[in-house]
């Protein structure tokens, strides 16, 4: 069982940066993939990044977000981390963590890959 608690969201001007963290309860996080997901009003939620655990952490990201955002790990502290920088206001909404075991070098894109999700954090960016 992984429980994870997001934090870090706010509010930022467009051009702006901001960093969430996800800390992950578990003896065995090194073994999950981790991934941060979004959901803007009226809308599903959304890929936006993953990483996997072994490699030196393999990323993937969507095309909305590649260049802007990087996401990382830190196995030691059990937490994940996403840094997001040049935000838009498109970039506005609930920024969920999901995990999920995994085999190494192994992350997924869709929803159903991952079993654990956090409560979400809100980021909104104003234009």
């Known amino acids: 069982q992984v429980q994870l608690v997001e934090s870090g969201g706010g509010l930022v001007q467009a051009g702006g940066s901001l960093g969430l963290s996800c800390a992950a309860s578990?003896?065995?996080?090194?073994?999950?993939?981790m991934a941060w997901f979004r959901q803007a009003p009226g809308k599903e939620r959304e890929f936006v990044a993953a990483?996997?655990?072994?490699?030196?952490?393999?990323?993937y990201y969507s095309d909305s977000v590649k260049g802007r955002f990087t996401i990382s790990r830190d196995n030691a502290k059990n937490t994940v981390y996403l840094q997001m920088s040049s935000l838009k206001p498109e970039d506005t909404a609930v920024y969920y963590c999901?995990?999920?075991?995994?085999?190494?070098?192994?992350?997924?894109?869709?929803?159903?890959?991952?079993?654990?999700w956090g409560q979400g954090t809100q980021v909104t960016v104003s234009s």
């Open positions: 990483i996997s655990w072994s490699g030196g952490g393999t990323t």
């Open positions: 999901a995990a999920a075991l995994a085999g190494p070098g192994i992350l997924g894109t869709r929803l159903y890959d991952y079993n654990y």
């Open positions: 578990g003896r065995t996080f090194s073994r999950y993939a």
